[in-house]
Nanobody
Framework: QVQLKESGGGLVQTGGSLRLSCVASGTIFSIETMRWFRQVPGNVRELVATVDTGGSTAYSDPAKDRFTISRDNAKKAVYLQMDNLYPEDTAVYYC???????????????WGQGTQVTVSS
């Protein structure tokens, strides 16, 4: 099986920064696209940022110019540097990855358990 574990969430004041980390473990042959999502209770889970195997990135409009996604393939990790945080960024943040367990298996979609980010005004 594959596990994704996030860390780095917490409480920060408006304008502050946090760096989220997510490390994959288990039976892994390769990791394709990695993503960060966030969810506020009662709302749908929304995509924040993606990074592909080549390092190309994409961001949602709220994340552009404030958040930076990166990955370390050797560590099977993805990161989200969040700067200039607003109270509207308060949410549970989830990492997500497309993982191939063997050379011949199809990619499967995995989620972490989430980490809470709270931005106080």
């Amino acid at each position: 099986q594959v596990q994704l574990k996030e860390s780095g969430g917490g409480l920060v004041q408006t304008g502050g920064s946090l760096r989220l980390s997510c490390v994959a473990s288990g039976t892994i042959f390769s990791i394709e696209t990695m993503r960060w999502f966030r969810q506020v209770p009662g709302n749908v889970r929304e995509l924040v940022a993606t990074v592909d195997t080549g390092g190309s990135t994409a961001y949602s409009d709220p994340a552009k110019d404030r958040f930076t996604i990166s990955r370390d393939n050797a560590k099977k990790a993805v990161y989200l540097q969040m700067d200039n945080l607003y109270p509207e960024d308060t949410a549970v943040y989830y990492c997500n990855a497309d993982v191939r367990m063997t050379a011949t298996s199809k990619e499967s979609y995995y989620w972490g358990q989430g980490t809470q980010v709270t931005v106080s005004s």
